[in-house]
């Protein structure tokens, strides 16, 4: 019997370490993440707190751009066209913005609705109003030179209503 207590206590032990261990590793992942997000923010914003997006970041494959205005989170992907023009939209989608979850992750050469699952292609971005879409930044939101696009701050605050939800409710 006394083998027996033996082993089950050696069992709850071994599997507090793990849990513990897992919750360490989640933790530190989340920690990353965070700073990632705040070393990216605040490496793209200039004095006048207007996004900045080097033309040389801008690839097929979707760049995520997360700003904070007056304490809210937000996204600005940008994407080459199979075309070759640079598209910019607001990582939420028009019509599943307020559910928490209308953000876009790639998928392949698609963005998808992480909320209904629409499947985007990146020649639309920029180009589809309306309906679950990335919402668009359109040119004449933005000044676009050779170098860079910048959005300004002055437009990213007036688009902080579409991002009350964002990413919060699961």
């Given at each position: ?13 071994l ?8 919750s ?71 019509i ?46 933005k ?17 902080e209503?579409?991002f ?7």
């Amino acid at each position: 019997m006394n083998q027996q207590l033996k082993k089950k206590a050696y069992r709850i032990l071994l599997s507090a370490v793990v849990i513990i261990g897992i919750s360490a590793a989640l933790t530190a992942c989340s920690k990353k993440t965070e700073s990632k997000t705040d070393n990216q923010t605040s490496k793209n914003l200039n004095e006048a707190g207007d996004l900045v997006i080097p033309v040389s970041e801008i690839s097929e494959t979707a760049n995520f751009y997360p700003v904070n205005v007056d304490g809210k989170d937000m996204e600005v992907l940008a994407v080459k066209a199979p075309d070759g023009t640079i598209r910019t939209a607001f990582n939420t989608c028009q019509i599943c913005y307020s559910s928490g979850r209308g953000y876009y992750k790639q998928q392949g050469d698609l963005l998808v609705c992480q909320n209904c699952g629409n499947r985007f292609s990146m020649d639309l971005v920029e180009v589809e109003s309306g309906g679950c879409n990335p919402w668009p930044i359109f040119d004449k939101d933005k000044t676009a030179t050779d170098e860079s696009i910048t959005i300004p701050s002055d437009f990213l605050k007036e688009s902080e209503q579409i991002f009350a939800n964002w990413k919060t409710t699961y």
